[in-house]
C-alpha cells in the first residue's frame, strides 16, 4: 500500500503540540477550507459526547467536500491506537468509512529540546484502481503543508 509521509519541526514545547493535537479542535483549525469539512459527532470510546481528548476508541463523523465540487462525503475515523510517553506520542487513526477503501492515518511527535517534530504517516488505498503513488502523494501535499504550516502558526510564539 502506498504512503505518504511529512515531518516538521515546531518551535513549541511536546506537551502543547501533543494537547493541541489531542482533540477535535486541532483536527478543524487544521484542516483547510478547500475542503469544507464538517465536524458532525465526536464520540470517546464510552459514547461521551465531545470528548475532551481523543482516546483510543474515540469516534468522529464528519463530512466534506473538497473544492466546493459534488456531494458531501462521509467520513467515519476511530482512533485505533493513542500512547504517550516521556518525549514521545502517537495516536492512529483508521477510516472506517469514507471515500478510500483503505485509510490509516498516524500522527508522531517527538521532544528534542524546546521543539517538537511532527510527522504524520499515511498509508492509503485510492478509490480509483492505479491511482496510487506520486498522483496520490501528490493530492495530498497541498493538505499536509497546510497542516504543518498551520500547525507552527498557532503554536509557536
Excluded at 40 to 50: A, Y
Excluded at 98 to 106: C, I, L, N, Q
Excluded at 113 to 135: I, R
Aim: charged residues 30%; glycine residues 8%; hydrophobic residues 35%.
Amino acid at each position: 500500500m502506498p504512503t505518504y509521509r511529512r515531518r516538521t519541526r515546531v518551535r513549541a514545547p511536546f506537551e502543547e503540540v501533543w494537547e493541541f493535537h489531542s482533540g477535535t479542535d486541532g483536527l478543524e483549525a487544521l484542516t483547510p477550507a478547500f475542503m469544507h469539512l464538517s465536524v458532525d459527532t465526536v464520540l470517546g470510546p464510552d459514547d461521551e459526547r465531545d470528548p475532551d481528548v481523543l482516546e483510543a476508541g474515540s469516534r468522529a463523523y464528519m463530512s466534506l467536500r473538497p473544492f466546493g465540487v459534488g456531494p458531501r462525503q462521509r467520513w467515519v475515523s476511530v482512533i485505533t491506537e493513542r500512547e504517550v510517553g516521556d518525549g514521545a506520542a502517537y495516536f492512529r487513526d483508521e477510516m472506517h468509512e469514507g471515500p478510500f477503501p483503505s485509510w490509516e492515518h498516524t500522527h508522531s511527535f517527538y521532544a528534542d529540546g524546546d521543539e517538537t517534530v511532527v510527522e504524520d504517516s499515511v498509508e492509503y488505498e485510492l478509490p480509483v484502481v492505479g491511482s496510487v503513488g506520486p498522483l496520490g502523494d501528490l493530492g495530498f501535499e497541498p493538505m499536509f503543508r497546510y497542516r504543518h504550516r498551520k500547525t507552527r502558526e498557532l503554536l509557536e510564539k
